[in-house]
């Protein structure tokens, strides 16, 4: 994409993920699942898209899920959703920012969890207050885990650098023990 065709969102996020800036990146589902719908006609000159104002939107958020760190879409179906995600994402990145000004000395074991969804979050956090589990927890739904899987590494790194821990739990797909070996050995997970 020449500079000239991005548009002023895509050059922000640019710089920010030049500046290494947390980027935590909003789409409304009926785009994404739209996105899906022009990638099997990308070679229709006529395709236009129902709900995204132009197809370039489409190669933005291709673009940011290409990215080597926040690289994933928090997809949200309404505006009440939209809220209850963001408010999730505010107050796991408060206390992150609480976290990284607070001394080692002063805290508890921090341990970052980052689950696949929303659902996942609540059921760990239940599992954290009912078990009274001592540590400094901070839960990041990625909503999706093949966004973890593909790029380990590189997903991981930011938050190593921050929490004495990183957890990823992600569940598997597979429905026979042969499928899970297979998939273990696949995304080098044990």
């Given at each position: ?25 909003f789409?409304?589902q ?14 229709l ?6 709900y ?10 291709d673009?940011?899920t290409k990215?080597r ?25 408060d ?37 009274k ?17 593909q ?8 938050f ?17 023990q ?6 273990r ?6």
């Amino acid at each position: 994409m020449t500079v000239a065709k991005m548009s002023i969102t895509w050059c922000e996020l640019e710089r920010a993920y030049t500046l290494n800036k947390n980027v935590i990146t909003f789409c409304r589902q009926r785009t994404l699942d739209e996105k899906d719908t022009r990638r099997h006609n990308q070679y229709l000159k006529t395709f236009k898209p129902a709900y995204a104002e132009k197809n370039e939107l489409f190669d933005l958020i291709d673009w940011i899920t290409k990215q080597r760190r926040n690289n994933w879409i928090v997809p949200y179906s309404t505006i009440v959703d939209f809220e209850e995600k963001l408010k999730v994402y505010i107050d796991e990145y408060d206390k992150l920012k609480l976290k990284t000004t607070v001394s080692k000395k002063y805290t508890k074991n921090r341990i970052c969890i980052i689950v696949e969804g929303e659902i996942d979050r609540i059921v760990v956090q239940t599992l954290i207050r009912k078990s009274k589990i001592q540590g400094d927890f901070v839960i990041i739904p990625s909503y999706g885990k093949y966004r973890i899987v593909q790029n380990t590494n590189d997903y991981i790194r930011p938050f190593a650098e921050t929490f004495d821990q990183v957890i990823v739990l992600v569940d598997t797909d597979a429905k026979t023990q042969n499928n899970l070996r297979l998939s273990r050995r696949m995304h080098k997970l044990y």
